[in-house]
């Protein structure tokens, strides 16, 4: 059996995608909404991977977004659980932009995520089984 360090380590989650127009405000940046809704997907990924057991969101915490993320650009996702409690595991994903056509990236996006891991009934249950 794992140890929950080596479940962090092989859960982290790398999603690329590209920023098209119909994700995009009327700025020509990525909507906010559009960038939480990638996140939570990721998180959500990730806390599944670690824990293999069914999860649902119950918070957000602190979203920061300090670049806009043009039209055009590349994005990755980088999703690692940061902290795991009985029932629960805290995730942390960051938005890296990246110009598809030189090798500028940088930190635009950053949150945590918080995961309860539930049994068929919708009850919380121990997110990881002790060895």
């Given at each position: 059996?794992?140890t ?28 906010g909404?559009t960038?939480?809704?990638?996140m ?5 990924i990730?806390?599944t991977?670690f824990?293999?057991?069914k999860v649902?969101?119950?918070?957000t915490?602190k ?6 993320i ?17 029932t629960?595991c805290v ?18 996006v ?15 249950i121990t ?5």
């Amino acid at each position: 059996m794992l140890t929950v360090q080596q479940r962090i380590k092989e859960s982290e989650t790398r999603i690329f995608k590209a920023v098209f127009p119909n994700t995009t405000n009327h700025y020509d940046t990525l909507f906010g909404g559009t960038a939480l809704h990638m996140m939570d997907e990721a998180a959500f990924i990730c806390a599944t991977r670690f824990s293999r057991k069914k999860v649902v969101t119950i918070s957000t915490d602190k979203i920061d977004f300090t670049k806009a993320i043009p039209e055009g650009t590349i994005v990755e996702l980088i999703a690692q659980v940061e902290s795991v409690g009985n029932t629960s595991c805290v995730v942390r994903v960051e938005i890296y932009k990246e110009d598809m056509y030189s090798y500028d990236r940088e930190l635009a996006v950053a949150g945590k995520f918080t995961f309860v891991a539930i049994n068929d009934d919708k009850k919380p249950i121990t997110i990881i089984d002790k060895a």
